[in-house]
């Protein structure tokens, strides 16, 4: 299983596209947050005037949309169209072991392009006014808030590029997905179809419990909604490689 896991972390970092991944994800935010005005409370740091990287988790998860599909679709799909497949099934690993090896991969990833944003909490550290003065404790409630949101969006990804050998059908698939489970919930929870069942249904987005942690309180509620995602994607990826066996 680290055999696996090593070999796709080196499969991504060999390659210039996914370098060109995580450096469009970290310019997209910077440009947002340091380089386009914005009046009336928009993402620029600098005309705000306020020492909070908040700009930051309010950019990230519509980038990571495209950022997370794109490192994710060729874990199976892939594996898949070259035939790859039916070999890794004859190691000694089981579906769930493949799958996990993939997805911890895809974790690490996410983690690469998650620390370089450090920098930016440096700058308005270093900017405040007294120096230093950021809620610190909130920036790191918020991290998690966006590592877990970014987790989901792994697993949803991983499933995605099960489904199809088509690596771009794959990015799609996960492209997709991964809006729904953010934001859809929303819009049908504002179109008031179901009535009092509105909020129960908004509960259901990932965008919901994303904005709670985002507050800097970890809920154990919200933690649990995401790791009952990431489950659910991940048996579903396993269904679809055993239906593949067939």
């Known amino acids: 299983m680290f055999t696996l896991f090593f070999k796709e972390i080196r499969s991504f970092l060999s390659s210039l596209i996914g370098y060109i991944a995580i450096g469009v994800f970290i310019s997209l935010i910077g440009v947002f947050m340091w380089i386009i005005p914005s009046e009336g409370g928009g993402s620029n740091i600098l005309d705000n005037g306020f020492a909070n990287i908040d700009p930051l988790f309010l950019i990230a998860p519509w980038v990571y949309l495209f950022l997370i599909p794109a490192i994710t679709m060729r874990s199976f799909s892939e594996e898949i169209k070259t035939g790859t497949f039916e070999l890794l099934l004859t190691r000694p690993l089981t579906d769930l072991q493949i799958i996990l090896a993939k997805y911890f991969a895809g974790f690490t990833l996410l983690l690469f392009s998650l620390l370089p944003t450090l920098i930016y909490y440096?700058?308005?550290?270093v900017?405040?006014?007294?120096?230093?003065?950021?809620?610190t404790g909130g920036m790191w409630g918020s991290y998690i808030g966006l590592f877990s949101l970014g987790a989901a969006f792994?697993?949803?990804?991983?499933?995605?590029?099960?489904?199809?050998?088509?690596?771009?059908?794959?990015?799609?698939?996960?492209?997709?997905?991964?809006?729904?489970?953010?934001?859809?919930?929303?819009?049908?929870?504002?179109?008031?179809?179901?009535?009092?069942?509105?909020?129960?249904?908004?509960?259901?987005?990932?965008?919901s419990h994303y904005i709670s942690m985002s507050r800097g309180v970890i809920d154990s509620r919200d933690s649990f909604y995401f790791i009952s995602v990431i489950a659910f994607f991940i048996l579903l990826t396993k269904l679809i490689l055993q239906r593949r066996k067939w």
């Open 122 to 125: 440096y700058s308005v550290h």
């Open 127 to 135: 900017l405040g006014l007294p120096k230093g003065n950021i809620d």
């Open 154 to 207: 792994v697993a949803i990804g991983i499933f995605s590029s099960s489904v199809s050998e088509n690596q771009v059908i794959a990015f799609i698939i996960a492209l997709l997905l991964c809006f729904f489970c953010y934001i859809g919930f929303d819009f049908i929870a504002q179109s008031n179809f179901f009535g009092k069942h509105d909020t129960l249904l908004k509960s259901l987005g990932l965008n």
